[in-house]
């Protein structure tokens, strides 16, 4: 039992991950920096709890309002560069991050144990939750609760006009600015609103946990965050939640794939690139669905010219 | 001001390095009036749309939009002053339905009372306007050459521009297309809007617009009514070479 729990929590924290990538790539980017929010989100949410006495969830609000800060302020000069280059410069700030945690100490002794970012050591006994009496179970239902109103957020986003304003400068900046859209603005909102659901992961994350190091941020994570939707597919967030579950079920239910897990995400988003660009939720199978789910207009016939 | 130019350039110039695509270029687009830009291949027109747009910065000279100058503004600042335009190669959101296409470009109205009809109401008529309501929910793909131009011509014109730039508009197209095109331009000319188009299709322009002005080499070479062009042999000669022109 234990042991299912931990994957689905797994699970739902590599949603917030993948989605967070999954706004990035609606708007036309592509981020492999996203590991980098979702670690200032784990370390601060870990700070605010374990050593300066915040709650659980002003914890985790702070994380993310960070990150998201973090998203916007590194946004301006990232999106400045488009498709390989922003790739390598969003990866190049998730390894500044990483590094910087990597060196960075600020430790308590609460209660005999060393509390806070210890460099290389981590930071660990982040037990906010489980001290509280939480089992598991109950942490597990605090992470589907977050996942639930993100996913209520990215619902009202895919109808909203704000979700179509990506999609028009993901696909042609110079049309979508042509329609009086101001592109750079889109793009870096997005930026900043990714790097807090990102942030938002992080913090549920450390409490899962109880701990994080450098090791736990790094590029493996930033692969894995990028397959969740580029195998799910990008014509709905549905794709991305679709592509945690498929994906972390299968290298966390299959123990002999552990090792081999970069391996076999990196062979799927090759083959997802040849076969289906668009991942398994492509713009097209959204419009099938719709036109199922709406009976409501009957296929006229084509007018005439 | 209801009369007079809703659109002036002014000694404009686009330079290319050493290459002079537009250069000292002044004309009026009346208020109103259909306007046609016509030239050879390769003679600035395009150039011109994008300075106009602010996709291109212009090297020098001015662009002046319903009194205000707009030269140096950011494509979408120039799209809310009432600026809209389709493209030669046409530039449709791909992935989006025929619908969505013209309801993302839907430019908010200000509140006003009951009768206000809903962003929803608007986006189709639209499409009934440019009678593509039947293909309301196809994906772009499917769309034919004729209804992808006219729906480039919905998405503008959600926007609510007051000056609509067509960047050949009949390229491509059959006669049964170009009679539509005809009638469509007309159609949006009485509803309030100036069109400004850029075309090849000589019959199309002398047929339907009022004014015309000609490109060659980046350069105005003539402006006038059709009739004068048709007559102007420096127009001729860009056209056709010298030994026609004096013919």
Same mark, same amino acid.
């Given at each position: 039992m234990d042991y299912y729990v931990a994957i689905a929590s797994i699970i739902g924290i590599h949603a917030l991950l993948g989605l967070s990538v999954y706004v990035v790539a609606i708007s036309g980017q592509m981020s492999f920096g996203q590991q980098g929010f979702f670690a200032i989100g784990a370390y601060l949410a870990g700070m605010s709890t374990a050593m300066w006495g915040l709650g659980l969830? +002003? /914890?985790?609000?702070?994380? /993310?309002?960070?990150?998201?800060?973090?998203?916007?302020?590194?946004? @301006?000069?990232?999106? !400045?560069?488009?498709?390989?280059?922003?790739?390598?410069?969003?990866?190049? @700030?998730?390894?500044?991050? !990483?590094?910087?945690?990597?060196?960075? !100490?600020?430790?308590?002794?609460?209660?005999?144990?060393?509390?806070? +970012?210890?460099?290389?050591?981590?930071?660990r006994h982040v037990r906010y939750v489980y001290d509280r009496g939480f089992t598991g179970l109950h942490y597990l239902a605090v992470i589907l609760v977050v996942l639930v109103v993100v996913v209520i957020l990215f619902f009202l986003l895919e109808r909203s006009k704000v979700g179509a304003k990506l999609r028009a400068v993901e696909e042609d900046e110079t049309a979508a600015?042509?329609?009086?859209?101001?592109?750079?603005?889109?793009?870096?909102?997005?930026?900043?609103?990714?790097?807090?659901?990102?942030?938002?992961?992080?913090?549920?994350?450390?409490?899962?946990?109880?701990?994080?190091?450098?090791?736990?941020?790094?590029?493996?994570? /930033?692969?894995?965050?990028?397959?969740?939707?580029?195998l799910g597919g990008l014509g709905s967030f549905v794709g991305t939640l679709l592509g945690a579950i498929v994906l972390v079920g299968l290298t966390e239910g299959l123990r002999g794939l552990q090792g081999m897990r970069e391996f076999v995400y990196g062979g799927l988003i090759i083959l997802m690139m040849i076969f289906r660009p668009r991942g398994i939720v492509d713009e097209a199978l959204v419009l099938r669905v719709k036109s199922w789910l709406s009976p409501r207009a009957p296929r006229e016939p084509v007018q005439a010219p | 001001m209801t009369d007079g130019a809703i659109l002036s350039i002014r000694k404009l110039a686009r330079h290319f390095g050493g290459l002079r695509a537009v250069n000292d270029v002044s004309f009026d687009v009346p208020r109103g009036s259909i306007f046609a830009l016509i030239g050879p291949n390769g003679s600035g027109k395009t150039t011109l749309f994008n300075v106009i747009t602010g996709a291109l910065a212009p090297t020098a000279g001015t662009v002046v939009f319903d009194g205000a100058p707009i030269s140096g503004m950011p494509t979408h600042e120039i799209v809310r002053r009432g600026i809209g335009r389709t493209f030669q190669n046409i530039r449709l959101f791909t992935r989006m339905s025929v619908f969505h296409n013209v309801w993302v470009a839907m430019r908010r109205q200000p509140r006003s009372g009951n009768g206000a009809r809903s962003e929803r109401e608007r986006v189709e008529e639209l499409l009934a306007l440019t009678g593509l309501s039947a293909r309301r929910d196809e994906l772009v793909e499917n769309l034919n050459f004729g209804e992808q131009r006219r729906l480039e011509t919905a998405r503008a014109l959600a926007t609510d521009p007051s000056l609509l730039l067509l960047d050949e508009p009949a390229a491509g197209m059959g006669a049964v297309e170009l009679a539509r095109l005809v009638r469509d331009i007309r159609r949006l000319r009485e509803l309030g809007k100036t069109i400004f188009l850029i075309e090849h299709t000589m019959h199309l322009v002398m047929d339907v617009a009022d004014r015309i002005a000609v490109l060659n080499f980046g350069e105005k070479i003539a402006e006038g009514t059709p009739k004068e062009i048709q007559a102007d042999p420096r127009v001729i000669e860009a056209y056709l070479g010298r030994e026609h022109a004096n013919a």
């Amino acid at each position: 039992m234990d042991y299912y729990v931990a994957i689905a929590s797994i699970i739902g924290i590599h949603a917030l991950l993948g989605l967070s990538v999954y706004v990035v790539a609606i708007s036309g980017q592509m981020s492999f920096g996203q590991q980098g929010f979702f670690a200032i989100g784990a370390y601060l949410a870990g700070m605010s709890t374990a050593m300066w006495g915040l709650g659980l969830v +002003p /914890a985790l609000v702070l994380g /993310a309002l960070v990150a998201g800060a973090m998203g916007f302020v590194v946004g @301006f000069p990232a999106l !400045r560069v488009r498709g390989l280059y922003l790739a390598i410069a969003t990866f190049g @700030f998730g390894e500044i991050v !990483r590094l910087a945690f990597l060196n960075v !100490r600020y430790t308590e002794n609460i209660g005999g144990r060393v509390v806070g +970012p210890n460099g290389a050591e981590g930071f660990r006994h982040v037990r906010y939750v489980y001290d509280r009496g939480f089992t598991g179970l109950h942490y597990l239902a605090v992470i589907l609760v977050v996942l639930v109103v993100v996913v209520i957020l990215f619902f009202l986003l895919e109808r909203s006009k704000v979700g179509a304003k990506l999609r028009a400068v993901e696909e042609d900046e110079t049309a979508a600015a042509m329609i009086g859209i101001n592109v750079t603005r889109v793009k870096v909102v997005a930026f900043a609103a990714a790097a807090a659901v990102a942030g938002l992961g992080g913090g549920l994350f450390i409490h899962y946990s109880t701990y994080i190091d450098h090791d736990m941020v790094a590029l493996p994570l /930033a692969i894995a965050s990028v397959t969740y939707p580029l195998l799910g597919g990008l014509g709905s967030f549905v794709g991305t939640l679709l592509g945690a579950i498929v994906l972390v079920g299968l290298t966390e239910g299959l123990r002999g794939l552990q090792g081999m897990r970069e391996f076999v995400y990196g062979g799927l988003i090759i083959l997802m690139m040849i076969f289906r660009p668009r991942g398994i939720v492509d713009e097209a199978l959204v419009l099938r669905v719709k036109s199922w789910l709406s009976p409501r207009a009957p296929r006229e016939p084509v007018q005439a010219p | 001001m209801t009369d007079g130019a809703i659109l002036s350039i002014r000694k404009l110039a686009r330079h290319f390095g050493g290459l002079r695509a537009v250069n000292d270029v002044s004309f009026d687009v009346p208020r109103g009036s259909i306007f046609a830009l016509i030239g050879p291949n390769g003679s600035g027109k395009t150039t011109l749309f994008n300075v106009i747009t602010g996709a291109l910065a212009p090297t020098a000279g001015t662009v002046v939009f319903d009194g205000a100058p707009i030269s140096g503004m950011p494509t979408h600042e120039i799209v809310r002053r009432g600026i809209g335009r389709t493209f030669q190669n046409i530039r449709l959101f791909t992935r989006m339905s025929v619908f969505h296409n013209v309801w993302v470009a839907m430019r908010r109205q200000p509140r006003s009372g009951n009768g206000a009809r809903s962003e929803r109401e608007r986006v189709e008529e639209l499409l009934a306007l440019t009678g593509l309501s039947a293909r309301r929910d196809e994906l772009v793909e499917n769309l034919n050459f004729g209804e992808q131009r006219r729906l480039e011509t919905a998405r503008a014109l959600a926007t609510d521009p007051s000056l609509l730039l067509l960047d050949e508009p009949a390229a491509g197209m059959g006669a049964v297309e170009l009679a539509r095109l005809v009638r469509d331009i007309r159609r949006l000319r009485e509803l309030g809007k100036t069109i400004f188009l850029i075309e090849h299709t000589m019959h199309l322009v002398m047929d339907v617009a009022d004014r015309i002005a000609v490109l060659n080499f980046g350069e105005k070479i003539a402006e006038g009514t059709p009739k004068e062009i048709q007559a102007d042999p420096r127009v001729i000669e860009a056209y056709l070479g010298r030994e026609h022109a004096n013919a």
